[in-house]
């Protein structure tokens, strides 16, 4: 009787051992479950967080292309042309007297897309005028445009750089200034122009150019190819500042 009732306790400990393996069995299954779908929550925050990182990463730095002294009856149909077919869109600050002798290529300038920017009406350095005769060169570009346009221009670049600050508290406009100027003005070596701003590119880059000139138009062009391969998004100086 003793080694029967010993095998009946061996059995019930047996059984008491499968029973607890079993509970810590499932257990440590569960506690192992609970660890794979912490580490997956882990995992996708990661993954989003790579993905947000992503998304800043490729964001593409962003640079405005402007075109000082035009329109050109020469020149400026051609740079339109090639910004066109590359769907660029450009700043052009326009020479009062120039917009008015033509007012085709201000309508296309205006009706592709590019914004509109105040140049004076006859190229002159605005320090050197009464207040007067300051806001006439720039009522005028601006009532010039207007008439063609529709439209009130909203940005000035003085000529020369040069420029009184209570003027634009006076007359509604905000002078922008350049950021990369190759000195277009000064070569014909369209490769020096475009070696210069290309090195000097930088996201927030404002790139100074004058479409009075066939070198700056060449340049321009290449400029546009080399910088948008490089990942570069051509912006508008209103696009750039608002922003
Ligand atoms: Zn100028």
Redesign the pocket.
């Given at each position: 009787m003793n080694g029967r009732r010993r095998y009946h306790e061996i059995k019930v400990l047996c059984l008491i051992l499968v029973l607890v393996s079993f509970i810590y069995g499932g257990t440590f299954k569960n506690s192992s479950n609970l660890d794979v779908e912490s580490s997956t929550v882990i995992m996708e925050e990661k993954q989003e967080k790579d993905n947000k990182k992503t998304d800043r990463d490729i964001e593409a730095p962003r640079i405005a292309i402007t075109f000082?002294?035009g329109p050109s009856a020469s020149y400026t149909g051609k740079l339109l042309d090639g910004l066109k077919e590359r769907g660029i869109r450009a700043t052009f600050?326009l020479?009062g007297e120039y917009a008015e002798m033509n007012p085709e290529l201000v309508r296309r300038i205006y009706e592709e897309g590019h914004v509109i920017g105040n140049?004076t009406y006859h190229?002159v350095d605005i320090t050197r005028l009464s207040d007067e005769e300051a806001a006439y060169e720039i009522n005028e570009t601006d009532k010039v445009v207007y008439g063609i346009t529709g439209e009130h221009i909203r940005y000035v670049?003085p000529?020369?750089g040069v420029w009184q600050k209570d003027l634009e508290l006076e007359m509604e406009v905000l002078p922008v200034m350049w950021t990369i100027d190759p000195l277009d003005w000064t070569t014909e070596n369209v490769g020096e122009i475009v070696n210069k701003v290309v090195t000097e590119a930088e996201e927030g880059g404002i790139i100074l150019l004058?479409d009075c000139y066939a070198s700056s138009v060449e340049a321009a062009l290449r400029i546009v190819d080399l910088l948008t391969e490089e990942g570069y998004e051509f912006v508008t100086v209103d696009e750039m500042i608002l922003d």
């Open positions: 000082d002294d600050f020479i140049h190229h670049r000529p020369f004058h």
